[in-house]
């Protein structure tokens, strides 16, 4: 069926070496004389931090064989998230300020200057003291504390970079990870009206309904407490730790481990929230409390859209303000909901001293070592975002086929790179499955079950990604879509398609009005469709693109299900540069469950909708 337009899909494959282009390092780039560790030292390593800060003599000391630090073996150690960067102080300011770090002995490298109105040194030596004492019958007193100050190499350079390339083993391994937001409550008065706002956020949330995950399911909450909700957050999120990069990747790091993360504000002040005796209350507020609570928010806000946001424009206002509160800041990206893809989004919010720090910053979310990270790497190489982009892209495409291609693009991005993430990348929030939970779990395919091989190729010297998988065109695939809805159970008080079949469909674009160049103006007019899962409209809008694309052009590749959702590409047959490839258009959920459509409808809907049968076939091809 596809052999006509499958030949010279391929184009002119240069092979599979990317070109290594020679740079000079940033100017800053410290090369040592010689490495202090052997390979063989840094395979001992192994999660182990190069140094920790022994606090009660306020000193660097630094790995030794056997995992030994200043004769203590394999100490426990606290870790800290806060953002100082921007605040570095240049030589001549303040001069009065201090170093940030009153240590015992000298280190290696210069510690910065920070700028006082951030922070004090006072202020920080009081937060370091008081984050090692007893928390928490599960947060015992430690003498150690990993602080990038004075544990990482602060001269850019290999050994920084190895460092970098291991912040997923060094935070998930802490006796817990305290989030410093140095900006928030440093007075009395402003922690009093911490506590209330945070504990508000929760009373707010959680006195809607007993279950968090049902929250709003009955009807949106009235005005003032949608009012309330987004001072709370906006105010907390003020806090200069939610526009930093690093902090981005801590907060997911530690969350995903089994450490403890939690809130200290200004100069110390551990936040405790009481009284409830549930997952929110363990004693201290933690980071996971506030990102489940916003994706509880969000989750159920987005299911009830179809029918909520359309007779309440106040509520649509602050589900959407909601929205992009929780998705720029990266809290629903912290979570460990399927929605990390978002990071690289979130990224290009967030303040970097440099262009590449915007995925060295987040990598390791993904269990990747990339660039000059990697072990044995040239140490005079230097790599573009971009190319770290495409690094990224083909690592998560070999270790998550499916996964890693749930996202869309908000903006165009370059020819043949919409096949992996960008800087515009955002999940829908339908998606919302674990991407790590162990690899074991995905090799027994228990979430996620694969039904196509996703890699690259280098094709007129760019990378695009190369599939080979079922495919079936758009239009005779939409045609089953419609027949799911036709032939679904009906329920004979309401005369209603049965539970999930009403919004059997969801298809995603970049931009739902302007789709490669054809218009598509009513109904859809909320830019890229992440918003919209109206079935009337998702229908509409699957006639309109099955009818306006040329039916040998647009295809749909199966990249897979879970659980009852099955996923596809929307991709479209073009040629740019001698090179014929897909191009990525838009991604595709729909849902097949078998107790929900009528036993005689089965046996016509399964094969279509599962991937299976003489609808599909076998294809290979660049796409991007």
Request: hydrophobic share 40%; proline share 5%; with cysteine.
């Amino acid at each position: 069926m596809f052999s006509s337009i499958c030949t010279g899909c391929v184009g002119s494959v240069a092979g599979n070496e990317a070109n290594v282009r020679s740079r000079p390092p940033p100017k800053e780039w410290y090369i040592p004389e010689s490495f202090p560790y052997s390979h063989t030292h840094i395979d001992e390593l192994k999660e182990w931090p190069q140094r920790l800060l022994h606090v009660p003599s306020m000193t660097s000391v630094e790995w030794q064989p056997g995992n030994i630090y200043g004769g203590h073996k394999e100490p426990q150690y606290r870790a800290i998230s806060y953002t100082w960067g921007r605040w570095k102080l240049a030589d001549g300011q303040q001069p009065e300020t201090g170093l940030a770090v009153d240590l015992s002995s000298a280190l290696p490298w210069q510690l910065p200057r920070i700028n006082r109105n951030h922070f004090t040194v006072p202020e920080f030596r009081q937060v370091i003291n008081d984050i090692c004492r007893p928390l928490a019958s599960n947060l015992p007193a430690v003498d150690f504390l990993w602080l990038d100050l004075v544990c990482i190499d602060q001269r850019r350079g290999p050994l920084a970079s190895l460092e970098i390339g291991r912040q997923a083993a060094i935070f998930q391994n802490a006796t817990g990870v305290a989030v410093w937001l140095s900006k928030t409550g440093k007075h009395a008065e402003d922690l009093k009206r911490l506590r209330w706002m945070l504990t508000n956020i929760v009373t707010l949330v959680h006195g809607l309904e007993s279950d968090v995950m049902h929250v709003f399911r009955h009807g949106p909450p009235a005005k003032w407490q949608q009012i309330e909700i987004l001072i709370r957050i906006r105010a907390l999120l003020a806090d200069p730790w939610f526009t930093s990069l690093w902090t981005l990747q801590e907060g997911y790091l530690s969350g995903e481990g089994h450490c403890e993360l939690f809130f200290v504000f200004g100069d110390g002040n551990i936040f405790k929230l009481l009284p409830w005796q549930n997952e929110y209350s363990l004693g201290l507020f933690k980071l996971s409390s506030l990102t489940h609570l916003c994706r509880a928010m969000l989750v159920t806000c987005h299911t009830n859209a179809a029918t909520t946001l359309k007779s309440d424009d106040d509520f649509k206002s602050f589900v959407n303000e909601l929205d992009e509160l929780v998705r720029v800041s990266g809290l629903l990206a912290m979570t460990s909901g399927g929605q990390h893809l978002s990071l690289l989004g979130v990224a290009r919010h967030r303040f970097a001293n440099e262009d590449t720090d915007r995925v060295y910053g987040i990598m390791q979310v993904f269990h990747c070592k990339l660039g000059v990270s990697r072990p044995g790497i040239d140490p005079m190489r230097y790599f573009d975002r971009q190319e770290l982009e495409d690094q990224l892209g083909s690592a998560l495409l070999e270790k998550f086929p499916l996964q890693s291609q749930l996202f869309v693009h908000t903006e165009p991005v370059e020819r043949g790179r919409a096949w992996r993430l960008s800087s515009s990348s955002a999940v829908p929030v339908e998606f919302s499955f674990p991407l790590h939970r162990g690899d074991d779990l995905f090799n027994t395919g228990k979430y996620c079950q694969p039904h196509c091989k996703v890699t690259t190729q280098i094709a007129s010297a760019r990378t695009f990604g190369y599939f080979t998988g079922p495919v079936c065109w758009f239009y005779q695939l939409q045609y089953y879509w419609c027949r799911l809805q036709d032939l679904a159970k009906v329920d004979n008080r309401s005369g209603r398609p049965v539970g999930i079949v009403t919004k059997s469909v969801r298809i995603f674009f970049p931009d739902a009005m302007t789709v490669a160049g054809k218009a598509w103006g009513s109904p859809l007019n909320t830019g890229h469709t992440l918003r919209n899962n109206d079935p009337e409209q998702q229908n509409a809008f699957g006639h309109w693109l099955a009818a306006g694309y040329h039916w040998a052009r647009l295809i749909v590749l199966h990249l897979g299900s879970s659980h009852k959702k099955q996923f596809g590409l929307i991709l479209l047959h073009v040629q740019a540069d001698e090179v014929l490839y897909w191009h990525r258009l838009g991604l595709v959920m729909w849902y097949w469950d078998e107790n929900l459509v009528a036993t005689e409808a089965r046996l016509e809907l399964m094969e279509p909708l599962t991937g299976q049968g003489s609808l599909w076939q076998t294809l290979s091809g660049l796409y991007g």
